[in-house]
């Protein structure tokens, strides 16, 4: 079996990552057999600096028969985020219907907690963020600033179809995982878009017997995840909550160096993007420091997502063996001194 994988290692860190991430995966492939067949983009903000575009006007045709799509990551200090946004990650999330951001936050063993009191193995949740509608929704023509600039109006949208897919991949996640669902919302303040989420959750809740479902205010959602971590096992929410949720995810892992992500096209009509978490960290770029393993751990989700969950599986046996080895190589977010590279090799020789 050979997979047609796209890279985009974008910039900064990015780079760096992905191209200490591919080996890992090549090796997975050596390991329970099957190829990759990689085809690496310079899309970025350096092709925006001399063109005037991140990506050219058939990125998306070039990208639509792969199987999937990993990427480091894109942006530059000098160039406005909502270039980065709107030049490459929103029209591929858009075109390709990745209504599904998934985001895990494991404490692995052998990482320090920043939550007093936990140690590797005790939180292992995952957010699924829906993607596409929400309050990041552009409503054409309704949004606007006026008064002399004083005013604005910034809406939400949430439609059954929209709210209805992203709550049944919940609900299936918790179904395979520990069976239980917390449902993200803040109906009591915005009784409109939270109420007909919350409406859909008890509707698709009778499909799935076996998922208890939990409610929470997002509010008290971020407390808890804070408090009581290891009590999650999936949450659903809106796109910014989801946003803000899993940044909390990240950060309770241990470092922003080790939280993977997916953009999910469930159906497969079109491919899913992998990405880590992090950005282009510009403060610590060209030195290879950066920790590869978020990238490599989107590598696993990539593996899973392509149907091949034992590499999947493998990958993060390795990493997590990795992680728990006292005189194992590590990048200096996990108080190591290690490069990039001699940590992703690691995990190669783990495989
Ligand atoms: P961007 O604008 O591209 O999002 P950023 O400035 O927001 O970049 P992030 O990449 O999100 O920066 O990183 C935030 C902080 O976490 C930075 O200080 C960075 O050094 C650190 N960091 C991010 N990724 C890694 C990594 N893979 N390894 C080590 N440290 C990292
Ligand atoms: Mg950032």
């Not at 699924?128 to 002399?148: C, L, P, Q, S």
């Not at 909550?241 to 953009?263: E, H, K, Q, R, Y």
Request: net charge negative; charged share 25%; glycine share 10%.
């Amino acid at each position: 079996m050979t997979y047609d994988i796209a890279t985009i290692p974008g910039d900064g860190i990015g780079q760096t990552v992905v191209e200490a991430a591919l080996p890992v995966l090549r090796e997975a492939g050596d390991v329970y057999g099957f190829e990759f067949d990689v085809t690496a983009y310079d899309w970025g903000t350096e092709r925006y600096r001399e063109e005037g575009a991140m990506m050219p006007d058939d990125a998306l045709e070039q990208l639509e028969p792969r199987d999937a799509i990993l990427l480091g990551a894109v942006g530059h200090p000098d160039v406005p985020d909502h270039v980065t946004l709107h030049g490459l990650l929103l029209p591929i999330r858009k075109a390709f219907n990745q209504y599904v951001c998934k985001r895990p936050t494991v404490l692995y063993e052998g990482v320090e907690s920043p939550l007093r009191g936990y140690d590797g193995g005790d939180i292992d949740f995952v957010v699924y963020r829906e993607n596409t509608e929400g309050e990041y929704a552009d409503i054409g023509g309704r949004e606007h600033r006026g008064f002399d600039n004083d005013v604005a109006i910034q809406s939400a949208l949430f439609t059954r179809q929209g709210v209805e897919r992203i709550v049944r991949q919940a609900f299936r996640a918790a179904s395979r995982r520990r069976g239980k669902l917390t449902n993200v919302t803040k109906s009591n303040a915005q009784a409109y878009g939270m109420v007909l989420w919350d409406d859909i959750v008890e509707e698709v809740a009778t499909e799935f017997p076996d998922v208890t479902v939990e409610r929470l205010l997002v509010d008290a959602a971020s407390m808890d995840l804070v408090r009581r971590p290891e009590e999650f096992d999936v949450l659903v929410a809106s796109n910014l909550f989801g946003d803000i949720l899993t940044d909390i995810g990240a950060v309770i892992s241990g470092s922003m160096g080790l939280a993977p992500s997916a953009n999910v096209n469930p159906e497969g009509e079109y491919p899913s993007l992998f990405e880590p978490v992090h950005g282009s960290a510009p403060d610590i770029v060209g030195r290879e420091i950066a920790n590869p393993l978020a990238t490599v751990l989107s590598g696993a989700m990539l593996l899973e997502h392509v149907g091949e969950p034992e590499a999947a599986a493998g990958v993060r046996d390795a990493v997590r063996a990795q992680l728990a080895a006292p005189a194992a190589p590590r990048t200096p977010d996990l108080g190591g001194e290690a490069s990039t590279f001699e940590v992703a090799r690691d995990v190669e020789a783990r495989l």
